[in-house]
């Protein structure tokens, strides 16, 4: 382990927001559903009056219509009752509909809760994280088990609630007439035991129901992503059928699920109805011997049919178990390590980069191993070696796009983990050999991440990017919507390089960003680069001799390790240096 200057935070510290996992106690997933409760506790209480006034007006119901059917047995007046029937039956209807209503807000706004908190986790947990999950597990993830998962809240509540209705009616049978009351205990363990079977079976068939879908949603994501490499392959039937491979395994893990919901449903469905019978038998007797009025049968039979409303449990705790599952694949993408980021600002500097003996590894393997190497700032560094050496693994680390393993990279002195998320995307702009086009217009994509741009700016860096000339020429110049803007591979790389050109840091790192102009325009871009700013340093990868020619010094990388520093006229002195440039060496 390296040490790390005092203000530098561990790598690898978690930077979860409040209240996620990590923070909870007991199962990641727990953490979700309280937070979910918490943060939509205002109609999360609103769910749990409206069932319970619901309940309690349907649990007063069977009262008043043996109040009522009493009434008419004796030949008195029945208005009363009557009235009283008609207004409860109003009464639970509309605090039904108010139900529905906010447990829909509910799990609305738990849903948008959890996926922007899962999105902006797996943002900050970058690009390598990402890649753990693969990346349309993540998008099936974010968008339908965040829908899935952002119901579990109401439906907790509602369980918690529906549980008094059956409860109440349970305690209301055992006023109206005990005896009837102990018939209809008797079969209460068997629900209980069949409800139990039904979360346990239920629960493992979702979650690998919910895996399968996930692999899915990745297969397609790729297939979509390569989908000139697959068309030119001529292997669309062959990818087809492997995007759709995890199918038997969902059809499978969903049959299952279903065939257990039947299951419980069709014992339930037998169970209940054999307990309202025993209670109407049990108050038959009851009336005959004397002990218990036509009314009070009535409401007896009643309270036994909400007592067995317990069955309707399945359903809903169907929905819950299916809403946890998908709570616990949310919880997986939250408990991404993503990297902390220290209070430190830089001081004045040159943007001097220092690899404490760095290492990169990648699954298992190193890929980076930099024994100390310091490179200084105000000037220009190149990097070569062949491919596969480690040249875009040292960008990373120079960009913190990842940390190392071992070691730490400091920036004009600062390891880059103490740094603010500010300081450090303000000193170190990056372009790509493949620049994604984030926003909504090429203006917006060239200016992204820098607060009021202004136009003059953004013209001025497309310009150095050698981009102003071809935005111009769209109908639209630089209003024209990325998605629909007809851009070319090397068009794509100047606008990624224009988005580096706009952010005036003190390191500019270049990962192939040039490697797919034109000579001619590639050697107008490199005016730019070198051009001489003592201010500023800047590390590019380079492919060509020519481009290693005109930096400052060389690193060449020979399987993840430096193989020598020096100037490229020094270095071209070795024939296996010449060799890194194939026919140009
Ligand atoms: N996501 C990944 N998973 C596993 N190994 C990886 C991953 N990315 C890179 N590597 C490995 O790390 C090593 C260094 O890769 P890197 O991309 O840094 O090389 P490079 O010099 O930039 O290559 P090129 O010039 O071809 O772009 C390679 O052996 C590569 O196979």
């Known amino acids: 382990m390296s040490q790390l200057p005092a203000g530098s935070v561990p ?26 409760l918490r943060h939509g506790a205002g109609l999360a209480a609103l769910v749990l009056l409206c069932t319970l006034a619901a309940a309690a007006a349907t649990l007063a119901l069977p009262a008043a219509l043996g109040r009522a059917l009493d009434a ?21 209807a509309l605090f039904a509909a108010l139900d529905a ?32 999950l693969g990346h349309g597990d993540l998008v099936a993830r974010l968008v339908g088990n965040a829908a899935q998962a952002g119901s579990a809240p109401a439906t907790v509540v509602a369980l918690a609630a529906g549980a008094l209705l059956p409860a109440g009616a349970l305690v209301a049978l055992v006023l109206t007439d005990g005896a009837t009351a102990v018939a209809f205990a008797v079969g209460l363990p068997l629900l209980a035991l069949l409800l139990r079977l039904f979360v346990r079976a239920s629960g493992d068939s979702s979650q690998q129901y919910l895996a399968a879908q996930g692999r899915i949603a990745g297969h397609l994501v790729e297939a979509v992503r390569g989908a000139r490499t697959v068309a030119a392959a001529g292997t669309r039937d062959r990818e087809a059928a492997r995007i759709l491979a995890p199918l038997p395994d969902l059809r499978r893990h969903g049959l299952r699920m279903w065939r257990v919901q039947g299951r419980s449903t069709a014992q339930a469905a037998t169970l209940l109805p054999l307990l309202q019978l025993s209670v109407l038998a049990v108050a038959g007797l009851r009336v005959a011997s004397g002990d218990l009025s036509a009314g009070g049968l ?36 939250l408990a991404l390590p993503a990297p902390g980021h220290g209070p430190s600002q830089l001081p004045p500097g040159t943007g001097e980069l220092e690899f404490r003996n760095t290492v990169l590894r990648r699954e298992g393997r190193t890929v980076l191993n930099l024994s100390p190497l310091r490179l200084p700032g105000g000037s220009v560094t190149a990097v070569v070696g062949r491919s596969g050496s480690g040249k875009s693994s040292l960008a990373v680390l120079a960009g913190r796009l990842e940390d190392p393993d071992e070691g730490v990279v400091l920036l004009d002195g600062v390891p880059l983990p103490a740094l603010t998320h500010d300081a450090l995307r303000a000193a170190v702009s990056q372009a790509f050999a493949r620049p994604e086009l984030v926003g909504a217009r090429l203006r917006d994509t060239i200016a992204l991440g820098v607060r009021h741009p202004g136009e003059a700016r953004v013209v001025q860096a497309a310009r150095e990017a050698r981009a102003h000339e071809f935005i111009r020429r769209l109908p639209e110049g630089y209003a024209t919507p990325c998605p629909s803007a007809p851009l070319s591979g090397g068009e794509r790389q100047r606008l990624g390089l224009a988005r580096a050109f706009t952010r005036p840091g003190r390191l500019l790192i270049l990962d192939d960003a040039l490697s797919g102009l034109d000579s001619a325009t590639g050697a107008r871009v490199e005016e730019v680069l070198f051009r001489p700013s003592p201010g500023r340093a800047c590390l590019l990868i380079a492919h060509r001799a020519r481009t290693a020619a005109r930096a400052d010094r060389v690193v060449w990388l020979a399987e993840g390790r430096v193989r020598a520093v020096g100037t490229h006229a020094e270095l071209w002195r070795d024939p296996a240096y010449r060799e890194v440039f194939g026919d140009e060496g």
């Open 11 to 36: 790598l690898g510290t978690d930077t979860r927001p409040p209240g996620g996992p990590s923070r909870d106690s007991g199962r990641p997933r727990d953490g979700l559903l309280r937070d979910g």
């Open 72 to 92: 008419v047995l004796a030949g008195k007046h029945a208005t009363g009752p009557v009235v009283e029937c008609g207004l409860l039956l109003g009464a639970a």
């Open 101 to 132: 209503l906010a447990t829909a807000a509910l799990g609305a706004r738990t849903t948008a809760r959890l996926r922007t908190r899962t999105l902006a986790h797996v943002l900050a947990a970058g690009p390598r994280a990402a890649e753990r």
């Open 298 to 333: 009535l409401a007896a039979w009643r309270y036994a049919v909400l007592a067995t409303g317990i069955g309707a449990f399945v359903g809903q705790l169907n929905a819950l178990v299916r809403a946890r599952r998908a709570q616990a694949r949310l919880a997986e993408a």
